[in-house]
């Protein structure tokens, strides 16, 4: 199984694109810092590791419209890594991650007030789940 669970800061502004067939393509870079802080570690700054996220159809156009630079995220999907040669000559990879699920993580008050629900699922391919195992609540009627 091919599945990853990152949790991180996106890095810019996520940008959203239309294909020739009309299918919308958002994509992002997610920081996601080391727990193993490195003792040499440049300016005070963690080490972190950069993932190239691509959410497709409505999850990206939400992803655009609700995300910004500096947001914190959690991004489930599949992870593929490609090697690509760099501008100085050298072999480098990148993780890439096709988002199956997007939750917006950073507090409302500092998104604004219109966002929708804090999770977005992409449509799945899945049968839905049986009818009553799941009740969406809206956070206004929380006691907490």
């Known amino acids: 199984m091919n599945k990853l669970t990152i949790i991180g800061n996106l890095t810019r502004d996520p940008e959203l694109r239309s294909l020739s067939s009309g299918i919308q393509v958002c994509t992002f870079t997610v920081a996601v810092n080391r727990r193993n802080r490195s003792q040499n570690a440049e300016n005070g700054q963690p080490e972190a590791d950069f993932f190239r996220v691509t959410a497709w159809r409505q999850l990206g156009e939400n992803c655009a419209r609700y995300l910004s630079k500096g947001r914190k995220v959690c991004v489930i999907g599949p992870v593929s890594v490609s090697t690509f040669t760099g501008n ?25 007030e219109a966002v929708p629900s804090q999770s977005v699922a992409a449509p799945a391919a899945k049968p839905a789940a049986p009818a009553g195992s799941y009740v969406r609540v809206d956070e206004e009627e929380l006691p907490f």
């Open 88 to 112: 100085d000559g050298n072999m480098r990879a990148s993780l890439e991650v096709t988002a199956d699920d997007v939750e917006f993580l950073s507090p409302r008050s500092e998104m604004g």
